[in-house]
């Protein structure tokens, strides 16, 4: 049976959906996307296509495949992994994750605002030229995702140890979470192994603050979301068209501050835009790149 497959591939998961031509679900999945690197880009197509064969059913065959992965961050890029991919016998379109996010909401254009792993926004012009802003790694910037969140917190936290200002209860839940005692173990603790792996999951311990009164830790979730909209502002003075920016991403969904906060300066920074929450998994949006490769675009 003939299949159209979809991929999204982030920073800690990839979920795969493969449906009939006439949207019937096959497969639902996720499993981790460890050893994920999207160049070389014929290695990258075969550690895609390495995952997917093994949960097709038997027989499945794919007749078109969509993906939208991390680091796929030009549109050069994209192009080249989708010739990888035919090279391979399969066709595909390739977009990063981000771009995911407008045809999974069922939308022909507007902003894709990724904040979990990492952050980046991306959109097009009325050419259809792809624009990217951000996703630059959370060494660097990332402003809005896990780690980046709780790298600000705790730069925050240390700096007020140093100046002796009272704990206002960020230190105490960077603390806990990592199991040490006092700030210099904090530092220590972060710089040992400086991995999303380790940062990111802190980043609760941060809203728990700021729901606590930590006015710290708030003004680095006020941060974060400024920078959000800094991304959709780049974008759009570049030419990104498009009434909805949409977003995604585990700390933007699950946190609803770090969500208002972003509601609140998209309001008034671009009056006319209208933030949405993605509702339904980003892998639909890669489901619908493969129906428009295979030919179905607007096929129910």
């Not at 197509?45 to 495949?65: F, K, Q, S």
């Not at 960077?174 to 990111?200: E, F, I, K, Q, S």
């Not at 502002?233 to 585990?250: M, W």
Request: charged share 20%; with cysteine.
């Amino acid at each position: 049976m003939k299949v159209l497959v979809g991929a999204d591939i982030g920073g800690t998961k990839l979920a795969l959906r493969t449906t009939t031509p006439d949207g019937t679900v096959r497969v639902d999945v996720e499993i981790p996307s460890t050893g994920w690197e999207a160049a070389p880009v014929d290695q990258a197509a075969r550690w895609l296509l390495d995952r997917v064969r093994p949960v097709l059913p038997e027989d499945d065959e794919i007749a078109a495949l969509g993906v939208g992965a991390q680091g796929c961050d030009t549109q050069e890029h994209c192009a080249h992994l989708a010739a990888a991919f035919e090279a391979l016998g399969v066709s595909a379109a390739v977009v990063n994750d981000a771009a995911l996010l407008v045809p999974a909401a069922g939308l022909t254009d507007g902003i894709g605002v990724i904040a979990g792993t990492g952050s980046i926004a991306v959109g097009a012009c009325a050419e259809g030229t792809v624009l990217f802003a951000g996703g630059w790694g959370w060494v660097l910037g990332d402003e809005g995702s896990a780690p980046a969140i709780v790298r600000e917190a705790a730069k925050a936290a240390l700096a007020a140890h140093d100046k002796r200002r009272p704990d206002d209860g960020l230190l105490s839940e960077l603390l806990a979470h990592y199991g040490v005692a006092d700030a210099p173990a904090l530092a220590r603790a972060v710089n040992d192994t400086p991995t999303p792996a380790t940062w990111g999951p802190a980043a609760p311990a941060v809203f728990r603050a700021a729901a606590s009164g930590s006015a710290s830790a708030l003004a680095v979730i006020d941060d974060a979301a400024t920078h959000l909209t800094a991304l959709v502002s780049r974008l759009r003075a570049r030419g990104a068209v498009g009434e909805t920016v949409v977003a995604a991403g585990s700390v933007v969904l699950g946190q609803p501050l770090l969500a208002a906060r972003l509601r609140e300066r998209l309001g008034s920074a671009h009056p006319d835009l209208t933030l949405r929450l993605l509702d339904v998994p980003p892998v639909a949006g890669a489901v619908a790149l493969a129906r428009a490769r295979y030919g179905l675009a607007g096929v129910a």
